[in-house]
């Protein structure tokens, strides 16, 4: 009898241990003040991790997340940069670098911002100033293979929504920017001047809000282009403002006559660059601009964000004078 008794205590002892384990693994626990921040490196290996989650007060010891790895055998724990900030317990921990529970910022940028308006977006989620991002962006190295004639990077920073981690540089960002214009761009199959093209484009991002007018208002462009008529795009003139720091919020007449090769009440033909950082919808319009004699549009004064087009200067001016009115309403 004397075996069975052995192999019952073993077994009670087997089922003590296990439930202290579960017990010890389950309670919450936090060794650090605030938050505090654990990058996991590539090709680390559990006893790395555990020590590295162990050293910044996330788990009592590394035996906690050891044994949580046994307890949860068959997941991989996966690389990266993890928040906590509050007490959690080692399989709760062991959860979330399994499922790859990383942190990091949303970056979402509309279509039509300008890179001033992307560095301010930056600046207030904290990863770094505006100031450094329009400085990286204006370094128009990274498109220089696409576009030689490229002032900056502004148009090439694609619309889209981006996920950053604590350490990304405005650098890093541009080139993640710069790198999924180049995935659209190579999807439209575009055999156009690319300078040209997204030059034109930003245009119609800033002036045309409704998709349907898109391709409207790049044919009034081109057909201004076309017989040498200035372009008169008010957006330009606000970013030569924005250029040369002197921007307050409307255009005045100094902007108007402002000297700046960006302002197209001055200066014939496409700015230098594009103004903005148009969507796929704006480039495509671009790229192909509908079938209309119009060199005019204004936009009508009932608030839906259309425009009237127009192929004369009388039609023109009638339409003005009819938003004048209905804007004094």
Not at 75 to 102: C, H, M, N, T, W
Not at 110 to 118: C, H, K, L, V, Y
Not at 122 to 137: D, H, Q, R, T
Not at 313 to 326: H, S
């Amino acid at each position: 009898m004397k075996p069975f008794r052995a192999i019952r205590w073993l077994l009670v002892l087997a089922v003590l241990a296990g439930g202290y384990a579960v017990f010890r693994l389950s309670r919450p626990y936090q060794g650090f003040e605030g938050e505090t921040f654990v990058d996991i490196p590539r090709g680390a290996s559990t006893r790395r991790i555990a020590d590295l989650l162990a050293d910044a007060g996330v788990v009592r010891s590394r035996w906690d997340l050891l044994l949580a790895r046994v307890v949860e055998r068959g997941r991989k724990l996966q690389a990266g940069e993890y928040r906590f900030e509050r007490p959690a317990s080692a399989l709760e921990v062991f959860g979330r670098v399994a499922r790859g529970d990383i942190f990091y910022y949303e970056l979402v940028v509309p279509e039509g911002r300008n890179m001033f308006d992307i560095g301010a977006a930056v600046e207030k989620l904290g990863l770094f100033s505006a100031a450094k991002f329009v400085a990286a962006a204006r370094d128009p190295r990274l498109v220089r293979d696409l576009d030689p004639r490229a002032p900056t990077l502004e148009g090439y920073l694609f619309p889209d929504t981006y996920r950053l981690g604590r350490h990304t540089t405005p650098e890093q960002l541009c080139q993640t920017m710069t790198g999924k214009f180049r995935e659209v761009w190579s999807g439209l199959n575009a055999r156009a001047d690319v300078h040209d093209a997204v030059t034109l484009a930003s245009l119609v991002e800033k002036e045309g809000k409704l998709a349907e007018e898109r391709p409207l208002i790049a044919a009034v462009f081109e057909n201004r282009l076309r017989i040498g008529m200035k372009l008169d795009c008010d957006p330009t003139t606000i970013y030569a403002a924005l250029l040369d720091e002197r921007y307050r919020g409307a255009i005045y007449r100094s902007d108007l006559e402002s000297d700046n090769p960006y302002n197209t009440y001055r200066n014939a033909g496409l700015p230098p660059g594009p103004i903005a950082n148009p969507g796929l919808a704006s480039m495509e319009a671009a790229l192909h601009p509908a079938a209309s004699d119009a060199l005019y549009f204004v936009l009508r004064p009932d608030g839906s964000g259309a425009h009237q087009f127009s192929n004369s200067i009388a039609a023109q001016e009638e339409a003005v004078a009819r938003y004048r009115r209905g804007h004094r309403k």
